[in-house]
């Protein structure tokens, strides 16, 4: 086989792979920001600035870590993916 072909071939896989590696450093990266935000949180004793600092601090790295996991749901084969995705808890 030669080089041009190989190439054309992997190509797919490195695309698949680039994806998954670009998402989860994504979603290791801002796990910790999450944890750190929620750390900040949880010393704030007033319940009503609890619930706005978790509203506006927390809530919204979640999402964003949730977004990507999101795809890589839909990126990752099955057999691999071992904790039940989103989509089929929903139909469980």
Known sequence: MGEEKAKALSAE???VIEEIAERTAFISE???????ARKAANKITDEREKAVAYHDTVASVFDEIRYHIDKLELVVDDRMWTLPKYRELLYI
Do not use: D, K, P, S
């Open 30 to 36: 801002h796990v910790n920001a999450m944890i750190e």
């Open 13 to 15: 896989n490195l695309r």
